[in-house]
């Protein structure tokens, strides 16, 4: 089993739907979890994180953790075609450990 | 401040050649990362650096890999010789290492080809 599981999509909705981006993992002493966006040839960039269980909300976006499960989410609200990107999530156990990543998961909103 | 900074952002070469590629990481930040990204294998992490010492290069795939950062703004990494199989985009990182979440800020990436 992958530390850490991302379905790879492409996910296709249309403009203004509610989009649901999810990840599994299995180490449970991950502490950090983060979201990453990265458009088509370039870098990855924090969209945002949450540290242990919860939810944490920004603006359209909202992240959560179930750490019972293993399981967090990204929800975007009133999406748009400029999110379409692949997303990315990370997870570690400290600020003084290395991340892991999944592989991302391509979205793809249309007009 | 600039973000990370890397070139090439693309690298077109044959089998057998040396390659380098080169990063600039955000003024301040004590840690640097070399990841590489393909398709079937998602973001690698190959080695990173904390105060200009490599602290794990367990990733690196072979020998052909080396990774070097003589200074805080400044890191390489090599490939010789390289091959096919190589081909994929390279990214580094940087970050401010502390408590807390690690957030890694992500350069554009070195697209390189490997014929």
């Known amino acids: 089993q992958k530390e850490v599981e991302q379905d790879p999509g492409p996910l296709s909705v249309p403009e203004g739907a509610i989009v649901s981006l999810n990840c599994t993992y299995s180490?449970?002493?991950?502490?950090?979890f983060m979201w990453y966006r990265q458009y088509s040839r370039k870098g990855p960039e924090l969209l945002m994180y949450?540290?242990?269980?919860g939810n944490k909300e920004d603006g359209r976006f909202t992240a959560q953790v179930d750490k019972s499960s293993k399981y967090i989410s990204l929800f975007i609200r009133d999406s748009q075609p400029s999110d379409s990107a692949t997303y990315l999530c990370?997870?570690?156990?400290?600020?003084?450990?290395?991340?892991?990543f999944g592989k991302g998961t391509m979205l793809l909103v249309s007009p | 401040d600039a973000g990370v900074i890397q070139s090439p952002r693309h690298e077109v070469t044959e089998m057998g050649q040396e390659v380098t590629l080169r990063c600039k990481p955000i003024s301040g930040h004590n840690s640097l990362f070399w990841y590489r990204q393909t398709m079937m294998r998602g973001l690698e992490l190959l080695i990173y650096f904390n105060n200009n010492v490599p602290i794990d290069d367990s990733g690196m795939p072979e020998d052909r890999f080396s990774a070097k950062m003589p200074n805080a703004s400044f890191s390489t990494l090599k490939i010789q010789p390289s091959e096919p199989r190589d081909s994929a985009v390279y990214f580094c990182?940087?970050?401010?290492?502390?408590?807390?979440?690690?957030?890694?800020?992500f350069g554009a990436g070195s697209r390189l080809t490997v014929l």
């Open positions: 180490n449970s002493a991950f502490q950090y």
């Open positions: 990370a997870m570690t156990i400290s600020g003084y450990s290395t991340l892991t």
């Open positions: 949450t540290y242990s269980s």
């Open positions: 990182a940087s970050s401010l290492r502390a408590s807390g979440a690690n957030v890694l800020t």
